[in-house]
């Protein structure tokens, strides 16, 4: 095989995000459900003749060697390396870029995933699922969940996950036009870092006990961004007349849960024109798990 084309790389949803502490490096400790929907973006491998890893479109404002799906597949050839004493073939990465950056929807981070696995296959470097997610962590904390390839209840930093069950649903996310970046909310001094510690059976139970769209936890960064960055507040407060609408991630996407697609479309007519809004299903397993099989 020398090529595999349109490899999913979906967005991610926190349902609930914690912050219950930070390490002593000022990392902070999280407890967060990670849910995959099926928004992606598409990526492209195509094996070269030569050693070179090159990414063959643009996007705006990310330099090739910012990139994470360069960032990956450089730290997955030197693993390579060490471990057959040769360099597998280089590779070209095109990219359809979907998913809005700085959005908390995880684009970069499930880029990075979705390149470590399909590398990991063309080039039967042979990795487990660990070692790959391993492997992503110090690139992002968002990287082993998208490996982890299910809906994950994650501690630590988001790397100690297990799978959970979570309603299959549509939901609407709201795109608010801004980019958040993350080291400001965590650094700010409006940040509270010690919501009590929650066990995975509270989120379980909740779940399955579920009456109507009201989520469990809240989203702690969330008072931050909507204090930092007004539009993430006008997105929150529009969304919340349909249900329990929270942001995502550090923002600056805000999404509401509905039972039925039907539901969905019918919030979606009612958008504001000025706003960035689509809707995405639930998904209970990464996409590109199917292509390599
Ligand atoms: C908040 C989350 C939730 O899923 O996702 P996004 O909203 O970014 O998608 C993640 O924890 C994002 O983790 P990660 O992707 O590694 O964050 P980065 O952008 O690299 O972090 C930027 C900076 O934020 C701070 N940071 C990040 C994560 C964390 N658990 N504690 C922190 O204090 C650090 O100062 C770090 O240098
Ligand atoms: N392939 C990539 N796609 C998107 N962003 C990237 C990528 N590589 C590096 N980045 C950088 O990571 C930052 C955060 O991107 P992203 O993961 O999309 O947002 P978030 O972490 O808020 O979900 C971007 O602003 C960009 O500078």
């Known amino acids: 095989m020398s090529s595999l084309k349109n490899c999913p790389a979906p967005a991610k949803l926190n349902l609930f995000l914690h912050v219950n502490g930070r390490r002593a490096d000022g990392y902070h400790l999280l407890q967060t459900v990670f849910q995959m929907i099926d928004r992606c973006d598409r990526l492209h491998f195509d094996l070269r003749a030569d050693h070179e890893l090159r990414r063959v479109n643009d996007i705006p404002g990310v330099p090739q060697e910012q990139d994470l799906i360069i960032r990956a597949a450089r730290l997955l050839q030197a693993e390579v390396l060490k471990r057959r004493g040769a360099l597998p073939p280089g590779v070209d990465i095109g990219i359809e870029k979907v998913l809005p950056m700085g959005g908390g929807v995880g684009g970069g981070s499930s880029d990075a995933a979705t390149t470590l696995m399909a590398l990991n296959h063309l080039w039967q ?29 994650a501690e630590g930093v988001g790397e100690a996950l297990q799978p959970v069950a979570a309603p299959a649903c549509w939901y609407v996310v709201v795109e608010p036009g801004v ?25 379980s139970s909740h779940y399955g006990n579920r009456q109507d769209n009201r989520g469990f936890g809240k989203n702690d960064l969330q008072q931050v961004a909507t204090r930092l960055f007004p539009p993430v ?33 019918a919030v979606l007519s009612n958008v504001p024109a000025a706003w960035t809004a689509w809707k995405a299903k639930a998904l209970t397993q990464h996409p590109i798990a199917e292509m390599l099989k």
């Open 125 to 153: 470097a042979g990795l487990s699922r660990q070692e790959l997610m391993d492997l992503g962590l110090p690139l992002g904390a968002d990287i082993p969940f998208f490996i982890f390839g299910q809906t994950g209840f």
């Open 179 to 203: 980019a958040v970046p993350t080291a400001k909310i965590f650094s700010s001094e409006y940040l509270t870092r010690d919501t009590p510690l929650v066990k995975i059976t509270d989120f």
């Open 233 to 265: 507040a006008k997105a929150v407060e529009w969304l919340g007349a349909y249900g329990d609408a929270r942001m995502t991630g550090s923002g600056a996407c805000v999404f509401c849960a509905f039972d039925s697609e039907a539901q969905a479309d």
